[in-house]
């Protein structure tokens, strides 16, 4: 399966529609704290950094895993949005556009 940032599709392609996924990932109390404290002095905070690339690693999982049931083999157009909607958490959204490629 291909995930692609571009929008040029060929014309040997079959359009499926719209394919989404999401994931939400938290850090636990101990990192919360962790993170806050680094706040304070600075830097990278690692603990934020570890949970967003899992929830980005995780939602492009799921992201082919439904792309994939809607029989495509390629997501172009993939977009990725962020959001902080718990404390210590992060909220991934990926999206884009399903297709088949056909054969010639």
């Not at 909607?85 to 884009?96: D, L, R, S």
């Amino acid at each position: 399966m291909k995930l692609l940032t571009i929008d040029i599709i060929s014309n040997n392609c079959e359009i499926l529609g719209l394919v989404t996924a999401c994931h939400v990932e938290s850090t636990s109390m101990l990192g919360d704290a962790a993170g806050t404290v680094k706040n304070w002095v600075g830097g990278e905070i690692v603990t934020y950094s570890n949970l967003l690339e899992r929830a980005v690693e995780i939602a492009k999982n799921k992201i082919i895993q439904n792309a994939k049931a809607m029989g495509a083999t390629t997501v172009v157009g993939v977009r990725f949005f962020s959001a902080d909607i718990v404390p210590g958490g992060a909220e991934v959204v990926i999206y884009g556009t399903a297709i088949k490629e056909l054969s010639n």
